[in-house]
T-cell receptor, first 115, second 114 residues
C-alpha cells in the first residue's frame, strides 16, 4: 500500500518570502501521479499543482513549483513570493496510474503567512 | 466547465437521527465519485468511492452507507448517527481513465452530532 508523509505539521513565514513544504511517499509503482492540494480556512480543497511521475520536468504553476525526486520518492512544494492568501493547510497526495483514481493523502502542513 | 455541489452546508443532528448528504456533479458524464471525512485539523479519510451507477466501494467499516442512484449523484447516509460521526464531509469527483487529472472537491458539509 502507498503511504504519504508530510514531516512538517506547521510552518510560518513572512509575506514575500519563499517557503518549501516537504513530502515523501512510499510506493512500488513505477508510474503514478502526485498532487498538492490547498485547504484555506473556508475548508474548500483546491488543486494547486500536479506532477506525472514519468515526466522528469518539474511542474510549475505561477508562484508554485515542485521539486520531484523520483529515486528519493520526494515531492516538495515551493511557494515563491508568498502572499497572505497562501495561508492554508497543504496536503500532498499520491494517485496510482490505474484503477479508481483514488488519492492517498498526507496529514498536511499548516502554513501561515505573516504580514 | 464542471461544477460539484454539496448540501447542506451545515447540519446539526441529534444522536440516533438519520442522515442524508447529497452531492451532484455537473458538466461531465460517468465520473468517479468519492466521499471523505475530515476531523478538525486532520487529514482526509476516504469513506466510499464509486466508479459507476450502483457501484459502491467502502474503505472503512462504519455507521455510514453510500448510494449512487444516478450517474452524477452521490449520497451519504446513516440510519442512526453517533457522536463520532461529527466532522467535515467532502465529496469529490474525478475523470475515469488514466489521465490523472486529480480529484475536484465540493465545498463540504459540516456535521455536528449532539
Amino acid at each position: 500500500a502507498q503511504t504519504v508523509t508530510q514531516s512538517q505539521p506547521e510552518m510560518s513565514v513572512q509575506e514575500a518570502e519563499t517557503v518549501t513544504l516537504s513530502c515523501t511517499y512510499d510506493t512500488s509503482e513505477n508510474n503514478y501521479y502526485l498532487f498538492w492540494y490547498k485547504q484555506p480556512p473556508s475548508r474548500q480543497m483546491i488543486l494547486v499543482i500536479r506532477q506525472e511521475a514519468y515526466k522528469q520536468q518539474n511542474a510549475t504553476e505561477n508562484r508554485f513549483s515542485v521539486n520531484f525526486q523520483k529515486a528519493a520518492k520526494s515531492f516538495s512544494l515551493k511557494i515563491s513570493d508568498s502572499q497572505l492568501g497562501d495561508t492554508a493547510m497543504y496536503f500532498c497526495a499520491f494517485m496510482k496510474l490505474w484503477g479508481a483514481q483514488k488519492l492517498v493523502f498526507g496529514q498536511g502542513t499548516r502554513l501561515t503567512i505573516n504580514p | 466547465s464542471q461544477t460539484i455541489h454539496q448540501w447542506p452546508a451545515t447540519l446539526v443532528q441529534p444522536v440516533g437521527s438519520p442522515l442524508s448528504l447529497e452531492c451532484t456533479v455537473e458538466g461531465t458524464s460517468n465520473p468517479n465519485l468519492y466521499w471523505y471525512r475530515q476531523a478538525a485539523g486532520r487529514g482526509l479519510q476516504l469513506l466510499f468511492y464509486s466508479v459507476g451507477i450502483g457501484q459502491i466501494s467502502s474503505e472503512v467499516p462504519q455507521n455510514l452507507s453510500a448510494s449512487r442512484p444516478q450517474d452524477r449523484q452521490f449520497i451519504l447516509s446513516s440510519k442512526k448517527l453517533l457522536l463520532s460521526d461529527s466532522g467535515f464531509y467532502l465529496c469529490a469527483w474525478s475523470q475515469t481513465g488514466t489521465s490523472g487529472t486529480g480529484q475536484y472537491f465540493g465545498p463540504g458539509t459540516r456535521l455536528t452530532v449532539l
